[in-house]
């Protein structure tokens, strides 16, 4: 190891090597880490070089990754952080502290326990997302390997879309004894035609586009125009988004559709150089289109009564908000939904382990103060965002449009959580934290930096 970090290299270059590695590690996560917290032990030990190359690992493999990478990231970065505003450092403390705090009075002292670790882990993400200056040459470092890791889940994708989902079906319905020797989730998963990649669930994969197609297709047009040829960027970065829009459209998520069109419209209305009702009228047409296509293709769906609403996250909610009300204070306990949704389901209800809320569910697992504290992290990421990406631009930074991807895939990740339970992926809910951290940060405008 010495040799390979020689002592003579400078804080600059350490910070590099962090960043480089740090990326690595989340990008590597979209690939083996997608399994949720509550559910690790879905996730085993590989046996062999066969599955540990195209297996999920186990999340506690992630965590001895995540953790230590995190810490050292922001305890070399720590200087970045503006100590005259500290009171923004406050949500994420406190949403950490009260989860903690409400474990206290946990019906479920392992499904607890898994969740806790997750919940650690993606509050020092935050942290480490507030010592970054995007305003800098280093957040490129950061971001290679998660763009190297995104297109390879996205190309999996295609995989399973061209044949690869009907292969797996008939390898499994070939084997004797198959429908016991699966789990049911997985069973129910193959037998449809909605891709997943390299993640679980296909609202998850519908997830982890929505936060990181943006910065990755404009990461690429710049990788492009710096490396290759400046006249063919905009077609690299159409290429991404078309690649990872075909496979949003594969997942079959609704939720993630609507946000996609919203993210759409804004990037019409604050990012295109154009004039003004021309972006409006661009936007609005493209929203327009976009519902038409959804309303066509999910007719059937509404005809039937949208019953993954009705009979599924509306008796969600419901139980959610009456195990709130019966624990105000400290809930029930991280990640412990599943357990009182079992004694407060209706007959007709779907079963879940999830609340297929976040916001809600840190209400109905933690109390108040988790629900307020999280809801906190989530605007401030927002509204601190979209103050500052006009600033980075009219300093014509060159980063400006990185950090505008940034948010406005935070701002769609942040949006389809209200219908979704990403919080509980590492993969996806650490780099998610990251960036809101990122956007928490006061940003300084200052010229380029690239040291």
Partial sequence: M????PASWNPRSRKDFLSLVLGLTMGLGFLKFATPSNLAEMAYTPDGIF????????LSWGYLLYCPLLCLFLYTNRSFISVDRSWFLLPCITWLCWNGFSCIDTIDVALTKKVMINFCVISIAWYAGCSVDVNNARVTYFLSPIFVGFLYVIWSGFGQKFGGLEETRQMIYSETGW???YPP??????ARDRIFATLTYPNSFAALIVLILPVVAVFGSLLVKEFVNKKIHLLASAIILFAGLCCLWWTGSKT???VALFQILLTFLFATPLKKNLRIGLGVGAVFLGLIVFFIQFSSYFEEGAKSLTQGRFGYWRAAKINYIANPIT?????????AYQNLKRPDDEMARLAHNDYLQQASDAGSIAFISYSV??????FTGFKNFPKLKRSKSKYWMLYFCIWIGFLGWALQSLLEWTLYIPAISCVAFF???????????????PA
């Fill in 2 to 5: 010495s040799n390979f970090i």
């Fill in 51 to 58: 599955e540990l190359i195209f297996t999920s690992w186990p």
């Fill in 179 to 181: 429908e016991s020797k």
């Fill in 185 to 190: 989730e997985f069973l129910y998963r193959i």
């Fill in 256 to 258: 993630a559709f609507l």
């Fill in 331 to 339: 809930g029930s306990g991280p990640g412990t939904f599943f357990r």
């Fill in 377 to 382: 992290i989530i605007c401030l990421a927002i």
């Fill in 435 to 449: 960036f809101s951290g990122l956007l928490t940060h006061h940003y300084r405008v200052k010229p380029d930096n």
